[in-house]
C-alpha cells in the first residue's frame, strides 16, 4: 500500500457527461500529480499541484481541470467526456515538488465511457 | 524536450533465463532515471532509481551515459516477475514529474 488513496475504483459513464475523481496524497506529501493511463496513448503526465498551487501541466486537455484543496486532496474534473477518455488515471504524491523525492502512486481510477 | 523510448513492448522468456529490459532516454541536462513495475494494471510501484543503485528482487539497472541508456536486467527471472515494467525519467528542469516509456510487458513462462 502506497498510501495514496484514489476514489471511485472503477466508473462507468456515458459520452457528455461530467466526472470527478478524488486523490488523497500519502501523509505528509505536498505535491500530487494526475497520470493518464491508456492503452494508445501510454502513460502520460496531465498535471502536478504543489501546497495548493498549479506547478506543472502536461498534456491536459481543455476539458480536463483539476485543484488541490487546503487539506491537500486533489480532484480531477473530466468533462465533455469522449470514448477516448476512457483510461486508468493515476493520481501520485511525493513530500516535495522538486526533483529528488520519490513518487509513489494510488491503483487508480478507472473510467470508462460508453 | 525529454523523450523515453522501450523499444520492446513484450518480452517473453522462459524461467531461470536471462532477462534484459532495455530503455534509451533523451535529455539534454543529468536526468534521474527509474523502473516501475505495474502488475496486472494494478498500482505503479517503483522497482529501481538509478541514484541508489541497489538491487530490487534481484533486478539491476545501470545508467549508461555515453549510450543513454537505462537497461533493466536480472540474471534468472521468476514466473513472478512477469508485469509491466516503466522506464521514467525525470528532468532537472520539470519540477518533480516523470515522463514515462512506452513499457515492455514482460512475461516469464515455466
Known amino acids: 500500500d502506497s498510501g495514496v488513496t484514489q476514489t471511485p475504483k472503477h466508473l462507468i459513464t456515458a459520452t457528455g457527461q461530467r466526472v470527478t475523481l478524488r486523490c488523497s496524497p500519502r501523509s505528509g506529501d505536498l505535491s500530487v500529480y494526475w497520470y493518464q493511463q491508456s492503452l494508445d496513448q501510454g502513460l502520460q503526465f496531465l498535471i502536478q499541484y504543489y501546497n495548493g498551487e498549479e506547478r506543472a501541466k502536461g498534456n491536459i486537455l481543455e476539458r480536463f481541470s483539476a485543484q488541490q484543496f487546503p487539506d491537500l486532496h486533489s480532484e480531477l474534473n473530466l468533462s465533455s467526456l469522449e470514448l477516448g477518455d476512457s483510461a486508468l488515471y493515476f493520481c501520485?504524491?511525493?513530500?516535495?515538488?522538486?526533483?529528488?523525492?520519490?513518487?509513489?502512486f494510488g491503483e487508480g481510477s478507472w473510467l470508462t465511457v460508453v | 524536450a525529454q523523450r523515453v523510448t522501450q523499444p520492446e513492448k513484450l518480452l517473453s522468456v522462459f524461467k531461470g533465463a536471462p532477462v534484459e529490459l532495455k530503455c534509451n532516454y533523451s535529455?539534454?541536462?543529468?536526468?534521474?532515471l527509474f523502473w516501475y513495475v505495474q502488475y496486472s494494471r494494478q498500482r505503479l510501484q517503483l522497482l529501481l532509481r538509478?541514484?541508489s543503485r541497489e538491487s530490487i528482487k534481484g533486478f539491476t539497472a545501470d545508467l549508461n551515459k555515453g549510450e543513454t541508456s537505462f537497461h533493466l536486467k536480472k540474471p534468472f527471472a521468476q514466473e513472478e516477475d512477469s508485469a509491466m515494467y516503466y522506464c521514467?525519467?525525470?528532468?532537472?528542469?520539470?519540477?518533480?514529474?516523470?515522463?514515462f516509456g512506452g513499457g515492455t510487458r514482460l512475461m516469464v513462462k515455466p
Open positions: 521514467a525519467l525525470k528532468a532537472h528542469n520539470a519540477g518533480n514529474m516523470l515522463t
Open positions: 501520485a504524491s511525493s513530500v516535495e515538488a522538486h526533483s529528488g523525492n520519490t513518487i509513489y
Open positions: 538509478h541514484i
Open positions: 535529455y539534454s541536462g543529468s536526468p534521474e
